[in-house]
Nanobody, 116 residues
Framework: QVQVVESGGGLVQPGGSLRLSCAASGFTLEYYTMGWFRQAPGKEREGVSCISSGDGSTNYADSVKGRFTISRNNAKNTTYLQMNSLKPEDTAVYYC?????????WGQGTQVTVSS
């Protein structure tokens, strides 16, 4: 059974850090481009970061460049999003996706709330 499960969300103060994890099962993560998206209340879902299946190249939204880092551990079939210097505007539900030329899989999301 194919599953993508996010974890690691929570409540953090501004300036704090969180590391999100995205665990894949039922497929081999290293052959997929992995992405993180987020959706804040009343807003559309937006792309945050992605890491390619081939050379592992990464991309980031301008709003998170220099603060977030995406990585993957193929041995653990898991992708991570390290989030530093968090701001209140980073508050959202964060979703993980796995995409190849034929399939796309999405997780259920994990809530990140940045508030004092």
């Amino acid at each position: 059974q194919v599953q993508v499960v996010e974890s690691g969300g929570g409540l953090v103060q501004p300036g704090g850090s969180l590391r999100l994890s995205c665990a894949a099962s039922g497929f081999t993560l290293e052959y997929y481009t992995m992405g993180w998206f987020r959706q804040a209340p009343g807003k559309e879902r937006e792309g945050v970061s992605c890491i390619s299946s081939g050379d592992g190249s990464t991309n980031y939204a301008d709003s998170v460049k220099g603060r977030f880092t995406i990585s993957r551990n193929n041995a653990k079939n898991t992708t991570y999003l390290q989030m530093n210097s968090l701001k209140p505007e980073d508050t959202a539900v964060y979703y993980c996706s796995a995409v190849d030329w034929l399939n796309s899989y999405w997780g259920q999301g994990t809530q990140v709330t940045v508030s004092s």
